[in-house]
T-cell receptor, first 114, second 111 residues
Framework: DGGITQSPKYLFRKEGQNVTLSCEQN?????MYWYRQDPGQGLRLIYY???????QKGDIAEGYSVSREKKESFPLTVTSAQKNPTAFYLC?????????????FGEGSRLTVL | RKEVEQDPGPFNVPEGATVAFNCTYS??????FFWYRQDCRKEPKLLMS???SGNEDGRFTAQLNRASQYISLLIRDSKLSDSATYLC????????????FGTGTRLTVIP
């Protein structure tokens, strides 16, 4: 079955550590996205990528980094520079490109900083 | 002012009831609109797009009012399985930075 796979589902990190969240899709979508969801807030865009080897910052990119070396993969690194990293992270992709509102989401990765 | 505003609820309704949610958006340049459903601690899933003429999918009806800048979602004959948070999404086009998610309206359908 086609879909988006995120791993790990749950992750605990000590302050000062970097952590990388994996996102893989086999939907053959060009556009991929990373969002963060916090209680009482709408999803906020961290980074997005329309094609391989290209990505743009979203609204809250500070303290995060991404790469897009393969069409299927869009990993997110949460660095120690991110001041409040505890959140639910959602990876998404879209068939119709970066202007589409029709997104397919992975199951999410819940990061807790201890 | 937020781009997208929703009543967070919760809306607690009995099985079989009809329930409606509204979502207002602030920018008249918004071009496309969507409702997503998100179950507790799960990912959002697209429920339906909202077309200018309104659209229906089974028990769900979505409508757009451009003049008053809101979209609505009507659920008829509520089922227990409809219990979820419903997210309103507004697209101003011009890139992923122009896609805005509401905070969601929580619905609980009671037996």
């Amino acid at each position: 079955d086609g879909g988006i796979t995120q791993s790990p589902k749950y992750l605990f990190r000590k302050e000062g550590q970097n952590v990388t969240l994996s996102c893989e899709q086999n939907l053959n979508h060009d556009a991929m996205y990373w969002y963060r969801q916090d209680p009482g807030q709408g999803l906020r865009l961290i980074y997005y990528s329309q094609i391989v080897n290209d990505f743009q910052k979203g609204d809250i990119a500070e303290g995060y980094s991404v790469s897009r070396e393969k069409k299927e993969s869009f990993p997110l690194t949460v660095t120690s520079a991110q001041k409040n990293p505890t959140a639910f992270y959602l990876c998404a992709s879209s068939l119709q490109g970066w202007d589409s509102g029709e997104l397919f989401f992975g199951e999410g990765s819940r990061l807790t900083v201890l | 002012r937020k781009e997208v505003e929703q009543d967070p609820g919760p809306f607690n309704v009995p099985e079989g009831a009809t329930v409606a949610f509204n979502c207002t958006y602030s920018n008249s340049a918004s071009q496309s609109f969507f409702w997503y459903r998100q179950d507790c601690r799960k990912e959002p899933k697209l429920l339906m797009s909202v077309y200018s003429s309104g659209n229906e999918d089974g028990r769900f009806t979505a409508q757009l009012n451009r003049a008053s800048q809101y979209i609505s979602l009507l659920i008829r004959d509520s089922k227990l399985s409809d219990s979820a948070t419903y997210l309103c999404v507004v697209n101003r086009l011009g890139g992923a930075n122009n896609l805005f998610f509401g905070t969601g309206t929580r619905l609980t359908v009671i037996p």
